[in-house]
């Protein structure tokens, strides 16, 4: 039974089996159920690498967004460190500590207007050590930690990144240190590239080269200026303080369009103060310690002086050299600059005479050698004496004052002797009485013929008329002594003391009308012209004191075989029409007057009638 109960349920067993597994039918799939099962298991499986493969992603992008986070952190506080550290330098700190300026090597003038100022284009070489201000050069002792040179080196790598930075500035205005008041001075600097680094050699190696136009506008108040040089020498260091009301700093190029740019600060109301010593300068004393500033005398010298008729105008050529104070690798390239030359008036303003106009010019060293051309002004009736007396002391071996002023700074005038010729000219020569006769009386008259030759110095090239002469004349025993040769000529009424062996004086009482007619000159001397001019009983006074010396040379006349020489020396006034200058009007159609003009003759006065008939021998 047990046994069947078995069978039974081993059937119902077997039996359910069979019926779970269905027997095929019509509509039985191909595919068996067993299929089925199977691909039920296959979609259930992968489940398990999806999720994995996301955990996977998801953690990725957790942790590299930490990271980003953490570095843009890093970042964020380096930039802040570095920006809180630049935010926080001053101007001052930036000019003194970082800025380096090499020159200016070069400046050229491009043109000059005092109304709009002068333009001049300056070259030179600029940089900036940044690292410096933002403390981020090495240490030169290693002494920085390991974190310090990873922030150090980050800075140094943005600096060099950053590359360049454009300074942009309103009108720059100089004024000095001790006097705020005046403005020296008024740059305009068109925007600046300005090159970065960190780290710079010792050397200036690292510097780049610039050149920019810069407009100058300086003061009108020149007695300001003048001052401040005067005051800059005596002290021996230039202090000046600097006031820009805009200044601009970006990164970057000009009209750059990279991330640069990004960089930017705007600074207003800008003040600094700059301090600079005078180096010691070639030809110049030491400056400082209350040293005055060498006159300007001391600084030209007038090489050369050409006056010269051309086409009925007076015509001025003239070289000069000036002291070059500027530094051997400095140069300086000026255009044609004019000036005016004026005469010293006790009574008014100086009266100009020329216009002159000097070539353009590069320094030189030791000296700077100026070429100047112009000619004389037409003159007014203020001004002919002036140049008359200006003309006499300059052939009688004087210096003269004189302003020379330029319309580009139409307040500067700037006072200077102008120097006599290096050797003293001898204007009239061969100086003689022709023809000579002493009438006897109360007082002797004497009457003759007054020759000279007028020998202008080398360089003066004019046309001469000399109208008429006003002689004043010692009459001497002999010749003239040669101790009295280079002595002044003498003054009237009479020298005091008397010179030794003069016994008479000759001086008319008007002027004596002359001829004039031009000469060839001799190698070396400018144009000359033969004078003659009639005396006819004009009075010769017998000196004070020195009747036994009249006497004497009356005794060599009578009883010498030859006759007795007599020395001339004296000074005349002349009277001269110069070709090509402009005189004021007909009034003065007798020319200027040219005064104590020296000279030295002698004259043989024979014994065949010692008071009508006299035969002379001109002398040098």
């Known amino acids: 039974m047990n046994s069947d109960e078995e069978s039974n349920s081993s059937a119902r067993v077997d039996k359910g089996k069979g019926k779970a597994q269905d ?3 019509e509509r039985t799939p191909l595919l068996g159920s067993s299929a089925g099962g199977s691909s039920s298991e296959l979609d259930t499986t992968p489940s398990y690498p999806h999720r994995n493969i996301t955990t996977t992603l998801l953690n990725v992008f957790l942790g590299t967004l930490i990271l980003c986070i ?9 930039t802040w460190s570095y920006v809180s550290r630049a935010s926080d330098l001053s101007p001052e700190d930036v000019l003194h500590r970082a800025v380096v300026f090499e020159g200016p090597q070069k400046v050229i003038v491009i043109n000059t207007s005092w109304t709009e100022g002068m333009w001049v284009n300056v070259e030179g070489r600029v940089g900036v050590d940044a690292g410096s201000v933002l403390g981020v050069n090495r240490d030169p002792d290693g002494g920085d930690g390991f974190l310090k040179n990873i922030w150090k080196s980050l800075g140094r790598w943005g600096i060099q990144e950053l590359h360049q930075v454009t300074v942009k500035t309103s009108t720059i205005n100089i004024t000095s240190q001790y006097d705020t008041t005046i403005v020296l001075a008024s ?3 068109p925007p600046l590239d300005i090159h970065l680094t960190a780290d710079p050699p010792s050397d ?3 510097l780049h080269r610039v050149s920019t136009p810069v407009l100058m506008r300086p003061t009108h108040n020149t007695s300001a200026l003048i ?3 005067r005051e800059t020498w005596r002290l021996g260091h230039v202090a000046v303080r600097t006031e820009v009301a805009n200044l601009d700093v970006q990164g970057g190029r000009l009209h750059g369009d990279s991330w640069r740019g990004m960089l930017h600060r ?9 301090t600079m010593k005078i180096p010691l300068l070639p030809g110049f004393p030491q400056p400082g310690k209350n040293t005055p500033f060498p006159s300007i005398a001391e600084l030209i010298t007038l090489c050369n002086f050409t006056l010269s008729t051309v086409t009925d105008h007076l015509m001025i050529d003239a070289v000069a050299t000036v002291v070059d104070p500027a530094p051997p690798n400095f140069a300086l390239t000026t255009p044609s600059l004019p000036f005016i030359v004026s005469l010293v ?3 008014s303003s100086p009266i100009p005479v020329a216009s002159v106009t000097s070539k353009p010019f590069n320094l030189t060293h030791p000296n700077i050698t100026l070429d100047i051309s112009g000619r004389v002004l037409p003159l007014s009736p203020e001004a002919l004496p002036l140049l008359s007396t200006f003309i006499s002391r300059y052939l009688t071996a004087l210096s003269n004052p004189i302003v020379i002023s330029t319309p580009l700074v139409p307040d500067l005038e700037v006072d200077v002797d102008f120097p006599p010729p290096n050797v003293r000219p001898r204007i009239l020569r061969n100086v003689t009485i022709h023809d000579m006769k002493i009438k006897p009386g109360n007082t002797f008259l004497a009457s003759g013929t007054v020759y000279g030759r007028i020998v202008l110095p080398p360089g003066m090239n004019v046309g001469l008329d000399v109208k008429r002469v006003l002689p004043d004349v010692l009459v001497f025993d002999g010749e003239v002594p040669d101790s009295l040769s280079s002595s002044p000529p003498p003054r009237r009424p009479l020298p005091d003391p008397l010179p030794e062996k003069a016994f008479g004086h000759i001086r008319p009482d008007d002027w004596l009308v002359s001829r004039c007619v031009a000469v060839e000159p001799e190698d070396g001397d400018g144009a000359t012209f033969a004078v003659t001019a009639k005396i006819v009983d004009v009075p010769l006074e017998v000196l004070p004191d020195r009747h036994q010396e009249f006497s004497d040379f009356v005794g060599k006349v009578i009883f010498g075989r030859d006759g007795a020489l007599a020395g001339i020396l004296g000074s005349t006034d002349v009277g001269v029409l110069v070709q090509g200058l402009p005189l004021p009007g007909p009034e003065h159609g007798d020319g200027m007057v040219l005064s104590d003009l020296p000279f030295k003759g002698s004259v043989r006065i024979g014994k065949r009638n010692l008071f009508s008939d006299y035969w002379t021998r001109p002398t040098d």
Do not use: C, G, Q, R
Not at 70 to 78: E, K, M, N, S
Not at 266 to 274: A, F, G, I, N, R
């Open 23 to 25: 027997e095929p039918t």
């Open 70 to 78: 953490i570095a843009f952190i890093v970042f964020a506080l380096l």
């Open 187 to 189: 740059l305009d600097i």
């Open 204 to 206: 200036h190696s690292w």
């Open 227 to 229: 001052d401040f040089a």
């Open 266 to 274: 705007t600074m207003s109301d800008v003040k600094t103060l700059l």
């Open 345 to 347: 008036s006790n009574t």
